[in-house]
């Protein structure tokens, strides 16, 4: 309870909280102790969060979640009639599995699912007011509901509306996930009720894929209706045809072999062939020298392609470019009338001419090429000419031959639709071909949520944290000083000792004064009385062994309880068989003399010369100790303690007492107590735990700047011991087997 330590000698200069003498040092232990000290308000904010959460479970649904798995696409089993392979599922997209979930999550099928359910009539699945849901709880019938329920049974547009916003709750209520790497989608359903939810999961996976074959069944519908009307549009063009042809056979006296087994027709269609093969040799070849002719206009007869195809037109060039190149350096050499320039320019000119030649040889075979397409285009003319006048008239045998390819043309188209139309009813898309069910809904035996045990973890986490931030705010907002650690960092002096709050017994003053300082006489051992024994030993120790005589007692403000601590400190002493005197200084507020000696002569008749110390000193027999009260009023009670009297006074007790303990005023009221500094051998500054503002003590320690080194520090007054224990500097009372069942006197202020 004390610190082992001489008080330090500082120039105590004020700073923001009032005071100075070094920062206050804080770390995480001092954060954890001061937080822990109010682990009542930290219980309480967890408790109240959690049963705040078990208010909003209890109001909050609990909801059911049933979940079946459909398998969209298989590649064990898929293929593509088209190609007649086995589907991969590289041919099968997220793009395409993304489409099958909005599928299932649309309102079309939410309808067909609500009608199939009956959810129209399902207060779940109608939005109703909070206030109808809450009576509903409560175990009233909403009267209003159950009439629109019967009202909307023989009534089709209101059995729509309802159909439409039972499918608006139960879409909010489907839920569909693609397990990853995987075809296969999970569909899950939630509903207040258990069983309802594995109806409803289990209904939309059925009506999903009964949607799917509907749909499949419908587009195999349209396709064969338009197949069947080709059909018939073929088979009645194949018909009319026919009719044609044997019209067009009885009128013209055509035969009717076949072509394979007629020699001219089959060389009719063989001049045929080659008449369009000759045609288009004539119109390529026309295209060519039309070309080439253009070419030859503009100059650059090198541009034709059959030219520059030329293998002696490709050397001709090749010799031209080093003729080019060696005229262009011997003129750069020599000048451009040397004779070998001259001779190389000769070359160039007869290699120009050469290449001319062969360009105009090439573009002759190119018109020549082209006169002999036409010659040839012109034979095979007359000699189609001369074989379909053999025939009769051409006209109707060109007709003929047409007509037959076109009747071979939609037969052929006929059987091809016709082998469609069979194949269709075993043809499947591609998406749906397998898709199928492969784990049903189950019933839920448990709410999906809420989860009691995550949202009462959740709100007892929140309360905690928010339990802590409380007290830390409120340890933060403490303006008082509660450690040891507190009053060394922020004033610079250490703590002297500390003085239990003591049990109210009494709202008298005497005899809560007197009850005080009798129980350290009678109970030296108690958990009151070892602190004020430790204080005066402290003091002993921190003047170098030597117990100091004259100690004033003072504290910044009043209330602090400097009164009660000098009554303690004197009967202490008194106690330890030393002659005690406790003088009254406080000659405006007078507590010790109420307490001890009241309307008594004191220490106001010394000092002005009306009595002397063996006439006004009162001995208390319950504590041993001498007691001067202050006397009289005065008018000047500062002057009088600051005078030589009072220094005459001090020294007279010094010699007739072994120790003395003074009373002074609080320091920052007035100034009593300043003028009696000098006079002390140690000054106790009694600050109240808890209480007393850092600021205010940090002026009263200001104000004792001068007497700095007589202060012996800080002694806390009114501490509640068991939040003092959870402190850093708490103190191990238990160590001395105090009696905790002992009564304590009543609490002084």
Known sequence: MIFDKPAPSINLAPHASGGGGGAPTTDITDILKKVLRRWKLIIFTTVLALVSMHGVLKVLPSLYKSTVEILIFDSRQQVDDAVQKRVTPFDVDGIAMNTEVEIIKSKSLALRVAQDLGLDQDREFQPRSRLAVWAERAGLQDVGWLEARQQTVDDPPAKAQLLDRAAQVLVQNIHVERKPFSYVLEISATSQDPAKSQRLAQTVADDYLASQREARQDALQRVASWLKGRLDDLQSRVLETEASIERLKARSGLSDVGVNQNISEQQISDINKQLTLARAEVVDKRAQVEQASRIVKSGDIQQIPEVMASSVISQLRVQQSELARRQAELSTKLGER???????????????????????RIIGNMRNAHDSAVRREQSLAEGLKMLTAARGDSADY???????????????????????????STRETLQTANARIITSAILPAAPSSPRPMLFYGFSGVLGVGLGVAIAFIRECLQSGVRTGADVEGT???????LIPVATAVSRHRRVEYLGLAQSIVEAPRSLFSEPVHAIRIGLKVSHGGQEPKVILITSSIPGEGKSAAAALLAASSAGAGQRTILVDCDLRHRSISDAFAKNLPGLAEILTGVATVAEVAVKNSATGTYVIPAGSPVRNPADLLASLRMRDFIAQLRDDYDYVVLDASPLLPVVDALGLASMADRILMIVEWGRTPRAVVAEGLKLLRPEAHRVAGVVLNKVDIKQFRSSRFGYP???YGLNRAASLPARVN
């Open 491 to 497: 004033f610079g002096y250490p703590v002297v000792g």
């Open 338 to 360: 040397h004779p070998d320039v001259l001779i190389v320019h000769a070359q160039l000119a007869d290699i120009n001419k050469t290449i001319n030649a062969e360009a105009e």
């Open 733 to 735: 009372y238990g160590y």
């Open 398 to 424: 060109v007709k003929l031959q047409q007509l037959r390819r076109l009747a071979d043309a939609d037969r052929k188209l006929y059987e091809n639709y016709l082998s469609q139309y069979n194949e269709l």
